[in-house]
């Protein structure tokens, strides 16, 4: 007899249903949330169990390879998918939903997703750390535009760092109560930056150390920063059966609506990962207005600016860029610009 497991993750404990193949309930129980105590939970099945389901999660890398490791059969199952065919149900518990994710095992009715690895989680936290904190630079930056301006003080938008620093600190010098708040922001904002420069040691460093990223990096306007982040997401390009496919998974492709007459074309549909969206947007952004050598790419990008506007083309040029790069990974070659 073959079992089907679903596992209910919650940050303290998990809800366990066992089934079998004729979709009977063969045992329900709660562990926590710990790979040693979910193993030894299902042990006594551990020969005959098919396969073993779970949600994508925040907690989802750490149990999936760590129950894989103890010779579990492991399915990572779209959290979207599973989350509409439970809204059908007339109970909404955590035993429940356990009980349905077996269900749609048993059943095949689930769509599975890539897992990647623990040491590609860790080069996304690094890239992560380093987004957040450029976010929190910007903030900084407006925060001191604005606490400025109700006293009449207009600082360049373009003042560089060490600029930017000295005209805010001469502008309110007289002001003791006005330097004090400025000047606590302004140590943050130097402490940060500090931090950020830190943090791109530490990308190109890792960018270098690897083959994929010296061709992506060949194309114009693809930094380390872009490369890695790239790298890291896809991480085995082989499991696109099609280049254009990536486009899709990055979000970067408009949705449609259709029903009857109606055919309504839709803005991108923004899925999967933002920050390599956000990248590559500004990676499109650098080819059209930096970018000083010449290519058919960027020759069409061009076009695009004058028929339908800078955003559209940007959009379009990264979805271009995002096929281009699978490619030259795949093909393990570097970028060559063809003539305009």
């Not at 309110?172 to 708040?181: F, G, Q």
């Not at 990308?203 to 890291?232: E, Y």
């Not at 991480?235 to 449609?256: I, M, Q, W």
């Not at 800078?310 to 070659?333: F, G, H, I, Y």
Request: glycine share 8%.
């Amino acid at each position: 007899m073959e079992y089907y497991v679903g596992l209910d993750v919650s940050l303290k404990r998990t809800h366990i249903c066992v089934m079998d193949g004729n979709r009977r309930v063969v045992w329900q129980g709660v562990s926590d949330t710990q790979i040693e105590m979910i193993s030894a939970r299902l042990a006594r099945w551990s020969q005959q169990i098919k396969l073993v389901g779970l949600e994508t999660g925040s907690l989802t890398p750490w149990l999936y390879h760590g129950l894989c490791g103890h010779g579990l059969p492991m399915v990572c199952m779209d959290a979207r998918r599973a989350s509409d065919a439970m809204k059908a149900r007339a109970e909404k518990t955590d035993k429940a939903d356990a009980c349905a994710l077996a269900e749609m095992l048993a059943s095949g009715w689930y769509s599975s997703v890539h897992v990647k690895s623990l040491d590609s989680h860790r080069l996304k936290a690094l890239l992560g750390a380093r987004d957040q904190l450029v976010r929190v630079k910007r903030q900084l930056y407006g925060q001191l535009r604005g606490l400025l301006r109700p006293f009449g003080i207009k600082i360049a938008r373009r003042a560089g760092a060490k600029r930017f620093d000295g005209d805010v600190r001469a502008a309110c010098n007289r002001e003791d109560v006005l330097y004090i708040a400025v000047s606590a922001l302004l140590d943050t904002l130097a402490s940060v930056e500090g931090q950020i420069a830190g943090l791109d040691k530490q990308v190109r460093s890792l960018a270098q150390k690897r083959k994929p990223c010296w061709h992506l990096m060949s194309v114009p306007g693809i930094g380390p920063i872009t490369a890695l982040a790239f790298v890291t997401t896809i991480e085995d390009p082989h499991r696109f059966s099609s280049n254009r496919c990536v486009a899709s998974y990055l979000g970067l492709t408009p949705k449609r609506y259709q029903s009857g007459e109606r055919d309504v074309s839709l803005s991108i549909s923004r899925q999967g990962d933002e920050m390599v969206r956000h990248y590559l947007y500004e990676a499109a952004n650098c080819l059209l207005t930096t970018v000083t050598g010449a290519s058919a790419l960027k020759s069409w990008g061009l076009k695009l600016v004058k028929r339908c506007g800078e955003k559209r083309a940007r959009v379009a040029v990264a979805r271009k860029l995002a096929v281009l790069l699978l490619r030259l990974w795949k093909e393990e070659s570097h970028f060559e610009a063809q003539p305009a």
